[in-house]
């Protein structure tokens, strides 16, 4: 499998911003995906970044440096929804995705 | 429809017990997954299928059978399962054709193996 570093939990206050870091193997590496997922829900698709760059949606956006096997999501204007796990997960064609450790969020008022 | 549905929420069985997970999409996705997640835990993928054909199996134990009747169905089949098997099993669909498809995820069935 692959092998996904990314911190564990981050607590902030609404409005604040909050950046996840995700790194990742390289080999047969196509483009990285962010989910959120709120306890006891599904995850659901937040952005897929395929080239280096910042790609921005609404108060999210995502960032990859493929020469680092890096990329970030970075959450803006917190809001008391947005308490939940974020996961990484590159893409490796054929389908598959590795998603990586997860962070959780939580956001206090 | 953007949903995919699974069935059932909960499912409590023994370890001697044969059940069905059942999964369903009418978004004309060509590809579906299976994935097993623990509590605190990333989604690990099971199985890929595409074009109703299987195409990954990520060296699951045979005790988890997977079957794709048609294009919009995704069944999961049970047998001789074993505590640790107790998980959230999230079943996933996308388009299939292109280096990179978002994945939409139902809701899991919460699995409990006595």
């Known amino acids: ?109 | 429809d953007t949903e995919v549905t699974q069935t059932p929420k909960h499912l409590v069985m023994g370890m001697t017990n044969k059940k069905s997970l059942k999964c369903e999409q009418h978004m004309g996705h060509r590809a579906m997954y299976w994935y097993k997640q623990k509590a605190k835990k990333p989604p690990e993928l099971m199985f890929v299928y595409s074009y109703e054909k299987l195409s990954i199996n990520e060296s699951v134990p045979s005790r988890f059978s997977p079957e794709c009747p048609n294009s919009s169905l995704l069944n999961l089949h049970l047998h001789a399962l074993q505590p640790e098997d107790s998980a959230l099993y999230l079943c996933a669909s996308s388009q299939e054709g292109s280096d990179y498809n978002e994945q939409f995820f139902g809701p899991g069935t919460r699995l409990t193996v006595l």
């Open chain 1, 1 to 109: 499998g692959q092998s996904l570093e990314q911190p564990s939990e981050v607590t902030a206050v609404e409005g604040a911003i909050v950046q996840i870091n995700c790194t990742y193997q390289t080999s047969g590496f196509y483009g990285l995906s962010w989910y959120q997922q709120h306890d006891g829900g599904a995850p659901t698709f937040l952005s897929y970044n395929a080239l280096d760059g910042l790609e921005e949606t609404g108060r999210f956006s995502s960032f990859l440096s493929r020469s680092d096997s890096y990329g970030y999501l970075l959450l803006q204007e917190l809001q008391m929804k947005d308490s939940a796990s974020y996961f990484c997960a590159p893409s490796y064609g054929n389908n598959r995705l590795a998603f990586g450790k997860g962070n959780q969020v939580v956001v206090i008022p």
